[in-house]
């Protein structure tokens, strides 16, 4: 059997497994019409919601696909299971889908996106193909598409958040100077997540609201043109399904965010978040850029990741980032924010000195190699990365000897301050996993108070 063969049988192997684990040996903790909730086997029991909780899913649920079923009409196809446990919301391709549950935050997690993208396959057909698609700059990867965006918007309509949806799309598209969909859609647009994300969803929105269901269902049921750019194709999908082209709805859906009233502190807030996923793109795009074998983890920065984690509670205590009430207090976040990207500047250096220094080896530069580690180790020790200073140390001793003494002795005094490591340790142990969070405005799971809204 050949390499290409065992790699083949492997990949399906690992893609089909998940599968069998989420359908197969699942405890049941609820029934209804159209769901069954199970736990997955071995879940921690924080990550389990309880059975008040867990029947409370259900009859949401269930109002979700009864408000569909009398939106677009037919029947669901069989019953969807959902799993309880895992980390993170996915689907499986089948009927199967993971969604987060945690007791151990202010806001505990149950989400319905997964539940969308079955229900409304089953409902209005196949997703379709090269509507709306869009591929986003890092850290988000994955393109977007006609069915992701509506299953979110679906997703926001049910937890009451359209209204500010409106709102976060009016702010980004004003401090963008209005790109038209077009350029949103456009592959050279350099445009962050939901710089794309939220005008998208806005103007799918704006569609379902103002127009009849049945030419929603024509859109998401038209066959795409493979020979046709994204743009083209959404001008024909929109003229064939609403009988309008779309410079024409685009037109009405701009005028009605431009007769949005966005008070001040609104208009603040959605301005602090988008400067959120800004800093988030460029620290992501630092991180990623690396070329040389030794890169810079993100979870090991423990001082930027401080500075990041209030900022990342405050947005991921509502889904999508999107808050249900403007802000009040913005020093704290404006702080936290000056803090990161001050910090962020010290990471790009020391990921530009952490490449450097690798070619200056690979170049046998030990003078310059030597004078690079010194003031590498110093960036490092500041952003509070602990991981990489052994290798930093064990070089600069090494080249001790390749290089001349007076570069030595006129170095040898620029050391890192003790109360700089006590720093560094009350800082890490803050520090728990922190790349896992790292600013998931695009998680799966949505999050409803107890009790409280955000």
Same mark, same amino acid.
């Given at each position: 059997?050949?390499?290409?063969?065992?790699?083949?049988?492997?990949?399906?192997?690992?893609? /089909?497994?998940?599968?069998?684990?989420?359908?197969?040996?699942?405890?049941?903790?609820?029934?209804?019409?159209?769901?069954?909730?199970?736990?997955?086997?071995?879940?921690?029991?924080?990550?389990?919601?309880?059975?008040?909780?867990?029947?409370?899913?259900?009859?949401?649920?269930?109002?979700?696909?009864?408000?569909?079923?009398?939106? /677009?009409?037919?029947?669901?196809?069989?019953?969807?299971?959902?799993? /309880?446990?895992?980390?993170?919301?996915?689907?499986?391709?089948?009927?199967?889908?993971?969604?987060?549950?945690?007791?151990?935050?202010?806001?505990?997690?149950?989400?319905?996106?997964?539940?969308?993208?079955?229900?409304?396959?089953?409902?209005?057909?196949?997703?379709?193909?090269?509507?709306?698609?869009?591929?986003?700059?890092?850290?988000?990867?994955?393109?977007?598409?006609?069915?992701?965006?509506?299953?979110?918007?679906?997703?926001?309509?049910?937890?009451?958040?359209?209204?500010?949806?409106?709102?976060?799309?009016?702010?980004?598209?004003?401090?963008?100077?209005?790109?038209?969909?077009?350029?949103?859609?456009?592959?050279?647009?350099?445009?962050?997540?939901?710089?794309?994300?939220?005008?998208?969803?806005?103007?799918?929105?704006?569609?379902?609201?103002?127009?009849?269901?049945?030419?929603?269902?024509?859109?998401?049921?038209?066959?795409?043109?493979?020979?046709?750019?994204?743009?083209?194709?959404?001008?024909?999908?929109?003229?064939?399904?609403?009988?309008?082209?779309?410079?024409?709805?685009?037109?009405?859906?701009?005028?009605?965010?431009?007769?949005?009233?966005?008070?001040?502190?609104?208009?603040?807030?959605?301005?602090?978040?988008?400067?959120?996923?800004?800093?988030?793109?460029?620290?992501?795009?630092?991180?990623?850029?690396?070329?040389?074998?030794?890169?810079?983890?993100?979870?090991?920065?423990?001082?930027?990741?401080?500075?990041?984690?209030?900022?990342?509670?405050?947005?991921?205590?509502?889904?999508?980032?999107?808050?249900?009430?403007?802000?009040?207090?913005?020093?704290?976040?404006?702080?936290?924010?000056?803090?990161?990207?001050?910090?962020?500047?010290?990471?790009?250096?020391?990921?530009?000195?952490?490449?450097?220094?690798?070619? =200056?080896?690979?170049?046998?530069?030990? =003078?310059?190699?030597?004078?690079?580690?010194?003031?590498?180790?110093?960036?490092?020790?500041?952003?509070?990365?602990?991981?990489?200073?052994?290798?930093?140390?064990?070089?600069?001793?090494?080249?001790?000897?390749?290089?001349?003494?007076?570069?030595?002795?006129?170095?040898?005094?620029?050391?890192?301050?003790?109360?700089?490591?006590?720093?560094?340790?009350?800082?890490?142990?803050?520090?728990?996993?922190?790349?896992?969070?790292?600013?998931? /405005?695009?998680?799966?799971?949505?999050?409803?108070?107890?009790?409280?809204?955000?």
């Amino acid at each position: 059997m050949g390499k290409k063969q065992k790699f083949l049988i492997i990949f399906l192997i690992f893609l /089909f497994i998940p599968l069998n684990c989420y359908a197969q040996g699942s405890d049941i903790l609820c029934t209804s019409e159209h769901f069954i909730l199970k736990a997955f086997p071995g879940s921690p029991s924080d990550a389990i919601p309880s059975s008040k909780e867990t029947q409370e899913f259900c009859n949401f649920y269930e109002r979700v696909i009864e408000e569909l079923r009398g939106k /677009f009409g037919g029947e669901l196809k069989g019953k969807i299971t959902v799993v /309880f446990g895992g980390k993170q919301a996915q689907g499986t391709g089948g009927r199967t889908v993971a969604e987060v549950y945690s007791s151990k935050l202010p806001l505990y997690n149950f989400g319905t996106h997964e539940i969308f993208h079955v229900a409304l396959e089953d409902l209005l057909g196949p997703p379709p193909l090269l509507l709306l698609t869009v591929r986003p700059a890092p850290p988000f990867w994955s393109p977007l598409g006609l069915e992701e965006l509506a299953c979110t918007v679906f997703e926001l309509h049910f937890w009451e958040r359209s209204p500010q949806l409106h709102i976060y799309a009016r702010v980004y598209q004003e401090l963008n100077n209005w790109p038209s969909l077009e350029t949103i859609l456009s592959q050279e647009a350099n445009l962050t997540f939901q710089e794309m994300e939220f005008p998208l969803e806005s103007f799918i929105t704006f569609l379902l609201e103002n127009y009849p269901p049945s030419c929603f269902k024509a859109l998401w049921q038209y066959q795409a043109d493979l020979a046709l750019s994204p743009t083209l194709n959404l001008q024909k999908a929109i003229q064939q399904a609403y009988g309008k082209p779309l410079a024409k709805l685009e037109e009405e859906w701009r005028s009605s965010l431009e007769k949005i009233s966005v008070e001040s502190d609104w208009y603040k807030t959605v301005s602090l978040h988008r400067d959120s996923q800004l800093l988030l793109a460029t620290i992501s795009s630092l991180i990623t850029a690396q070329a040389e074998p030794i890169k810079i983890q993100l979870d090991s920065l423990t001082q930027l990741n401080e500075a990041l984690k209030p900022i990342a509670k405050i947005w991921n205590s509502a889904p999508y980032g999107i808050l249900i009430q403007p802000l009040k207090d913005f020093s704290s976040l404006e702080e936290n924010l000056v803090r990161a990207k001050e910090l962020s500047k010290k990471a790009e250096k020391a990921v530009q000195l952490l490449q450097v220094v690798q070619r =200056n080896l690979g170049s046998q530069n030990w =003078n310059e190699a030597y004078g690079n580690f010194y003031e590498l180790r110093g960036a490092l020790v500041a952003l509070g990365e602990q991981s990489l200073l052994p290798w930093v140390d064990k070089n600069l001793e090494e080249l001790k000897g390749k290089v001349p003494p007076e570069l030595v002795r006129s170095l040898e005094g620029k050391v890192f301050p003790w109360w700089g490591w006590v720093l560094i340790g009350c800082g890490a142990a803050g520090v728990l996993g922190l790349g896992g969070w790292f600013f998931v /405005f695009k998680r799966r799971a949505h999050q409803k108070g107890k009790g409280q809204q955000p």
